[in-house]
């Protein structure tokens, strides 16, 4: 479904990524591991077609993805949930969402989709006159998820959903997610700092180290192996 090919992006003069590879068949979740500043935000990134790719090529359903920009990618069917999750914060969270649904005309589908929104995640439901900017990070982070379920994705890329959320919101978002690629069929590219949540959460995953990936399998594979381990997993 998804395909990068030898992608080199970066900002500037800086080379962030260096040659990645990798590829996301559809119905999978499928995770992108790496320290802090390897350079997996930017895959997203490259992907959504907000960052440059200098070289090599990144296609979706068989199409090249090279010089579109973000909302043409989006009309092909990737969202992308960016990290810090940037909700609208003066706009409700009705709005929000509707704002999710901004390619759309099919007014019925738009609504039923806020009432799939509102039952995955039911907060988001009592909530939904209050401005963005006043719910907690757990509940904005419903709020960008919510959002990129308004664009109807075929594939949802997610950048750190988890990213200083307490545990049992962590839970519920994960599964959201999980549920979303159960029953609606989505397929997910996830971006994780939390190795083992990522692992637990994907069939398969990669390692993301300086720009390139240094290691791939299937998760359960990638929970064993002694520098998956030692670098991303600590001790057990
Ligand atoms: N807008 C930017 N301008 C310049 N450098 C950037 C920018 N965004 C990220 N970088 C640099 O690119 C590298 C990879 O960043 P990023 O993709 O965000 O990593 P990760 O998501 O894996 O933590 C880092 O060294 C970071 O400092
Ligand atoms: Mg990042």
């Given at each position: ?47 959504s077609g907000i ?18 920009r973000s909302h043409e990618v989006t ?5 992308h ?156």
């Amino acid at each position: 479904m998804l395909r990068l090919d030898s992608v080199h992006a970066g900002y500037g003069q800086i080379e962030v990524l260096r040659g990645v590879q990798l590829n996301v068949e559809r119905g999978e979740i499928v995770t992108l591991i790496g320290a802090n500043g390897a350079g997996k935000s930017t895959t997203l990134l490259a992907v959504s077609g907000i960052v440059h790719v200098r070289s090599g090529t990144i296609s979706f359903e068989g199409k090249s993805l090279a010089g579109l920009r973000s909302h043409e990618v989006t009309s092909l069917g990737i969202a992308h949930v960016p990290e810090g999750r940037r909700i609208f914060k003066s706009l409700t969270v009705l709005e929000n969402l509707r704002m999710g649904a901004f390619q759309r005309h099919d007014n019925p589908g738009i609504a039923q989709d806020i009432e799939k929104v509102f039952s995955l995640f039911p907060v988001l439901g009592e909530r939904k006159r209050q401005l963005g900017g006043t719910l907690s990070g757990g509940e904005q982070q419903m709020l960008a998820i919510g959002r990129a379920v308004l664009a109807r994705p075929r594939l949802l890329l997610l950048d750190e959903p988890s990213l200083g959320l307490a545990p049992l919101v962590t839970q519920t978002i994960f599964s959201v997610v999980r549920e979303l690629n159960a029953k609606e069929g989505t397929t997910v590219l996830l971006v994780e700092q939390n190795a083992r949540l990522a692992l637990d959460t994907a069939s398969r995953g990669y390692v993301l180290e300086i720009g390139r990936v240094v290691a791939e399998g299937p998760s359960r594979q990638l929970l064993t192996d002694p520098r998956v381990i030692e670098a991303y997993l600590g001790e057990a």
